[in-house]
């Protein structure tokens, strides 16, 4: 069975940081591309950074310089450090990966940045 699982998630101060995980199990052949998503309350959900296989990066503007993805693949793991956290990054997190073609997603992990 196919699962996601994210950590890392909790409260945090203003220019604080945090370092969510996400493992993925079940999965019978490489993983293609992992991304980390967010959905803050009444807004929709956003892109925040993708990594590829072969550990290409993108990343939203608004993490630009503060955030940092990266992914074992030996592990089928992916990681994101979140530094110098701002209030406007508080949200749920989401880790999503693409495998043969389709999106597979984890239940998401909390991030509160108090001011």
């Known amino acids: 069975q196919v699962q996601l699982v994210e950590s890392g998630g909790g409260l945090v101060q203003a220019g604080g940081s945090l370092r969510l995980s996400c493992t993925a199990s079940?999965?019978?052949?490489?993983?293609?591309?992992m991304y980390w998503y967010r959905q803050a309350p009444g807004k929709q959900r956003e892109l925040v950074a993708s990594i590829s296989r072969g550990g290409s990066t993108n990343y939203a503007d608004s993490v630009k310089g503060r955030f940092t993805i990266s992914r074992d693949n030996a592990k089928n793991t992916e990681y994101l450090q979140m530094n110098s956290l701002k209030p406007e990054d508080t949200a749920v997190y989401y880790c999503?990966?693409?495998?043969?073609?389709?999106?597979?997603w984890g239940e998401g992990t909390l991030v509160t940045v108090s001011s």
């Open positions: 999503a990966v693409l495998y043969w073609g389709m999106y597979y």
């Open positions: 079940g999965f019978r052949s490489s993983i293609d591309d």
